[in-house]
T-cell receptor, first 113, second 114 residues
Framework: GNSVTQMEGPVTLSEEAFLTINCTYT??????LFWYVQYPGEGLQLLLK?????DKGSNKGFEATYRKETTSFHLEKGSVQVSDSAVYFC????????????FGAGTTVTVRA | GAVVSQHPSRVICKSGTSVKIECRSL??????MFWYRQFPKQSLMLMAT?????????EQGVEKDKFLINHASLTLSTLTVTSAHPEDSSFYIC??????????FGSGTRLTVV
């Protein structure tokens, strides 16, 4: 079956620090990969996505590259802000599983001023 | 962009009563909607997939008689938690799928059963 494994948190950083959240996956088919962000008490917002190998998704200073050879999709941001404090979910959508989304456990990130 | 409206955002109900949660796609037609449940500090668990005009497909371990899903139109899906008990307290999130927009999530409903 499909699964997503992401770095356990919580992660606490100072403002302007470098953030990386590791994510690896297993999939039956050729999945699309996503990072979602959840702010307290809210639903999920798509942060970025990549649909094929070597694609780089980017948004709001965040980046992630689809690495098929290592089955990874690590999230990075060079300089975090307090407003980046949230829970981040790595996810995949597999055509071999009717495109259902499978989520990682989520990583809580807290950025201190 | 695509917007999914979920209502209510918070609800408190007494044990034994039923609660209905609505999920609407505001500016697109969603042929498929998904319902998730999220426990504190945990990931989203897919409960069921609903397709307009047909019965929902439930994930293993989800009681279909307890969590009734109706997808009567291309813009509305509802989840009814029947005979709610405290263990049903959770954060419920819907998602709509559309070819051009991919997955769009509602803002979630915090259900507390007392």
């Amino acid at each position: 079956g499909n699964s997503v494994t992401q770095m356990e948190g919580p992660v606490t950083l100072s403002e302007e620090a470098f953030l990386t959240i590791n994510c690896t996956y297993t999939a039956t088919g050729y999945p699309s990969l996503f990072w979602y962000v959840q702010y307290p008490g809210e639903g999920l917002q798509l942060l970025l996505k990549a649909t094929k190998a070597d694609d780089k998704g980017s948004n709001k200073g965040f980046e992630a590259t689809y690495r098929k050879e290592t089955t990874s999709f690590h999230l990075e941001k060079g300089s975090v802000q307090v407003s980046d404090s949230a829970v981040y979910f790595c996810a995949l959508s597999d055509p071999a599983d009717d495109y259902k989304l499978s989520f990682g456990a989520g990583t809580t990130v807290t950025v201190r001023a | 962009g695509a917007v999914v409206s979920q209502h209510p955002s918070r609800v408190i109900c007494k044990s034994g009563t039923s609660v209905k949660i609505e999920c609407r796609s505001l500016d697109f037609q969603a042929t498929t909607m998904f319902w998730y449940r999220q426990f504190p500090k945990q990931s989203l668990m897919l409960m069921a997939t609903s397709n307009e005009g047909s019965k929902a497909t439930y994930e293993q371990g989800v009681e279909k008689d307890k969590f009734l899903i109706n997808h009567a139109s291309l813009t509305l899906s509802t989840l009814t938690v029947t005979s709610a008990h405290p263990e049903d307290s959770s954060f419920y999130i819907c998602s709509a799928s559309e070819v051009n927009y991919g997955y769009t999530f509602g803002s979630g409903t915090r259900l507390t059963v007392v």
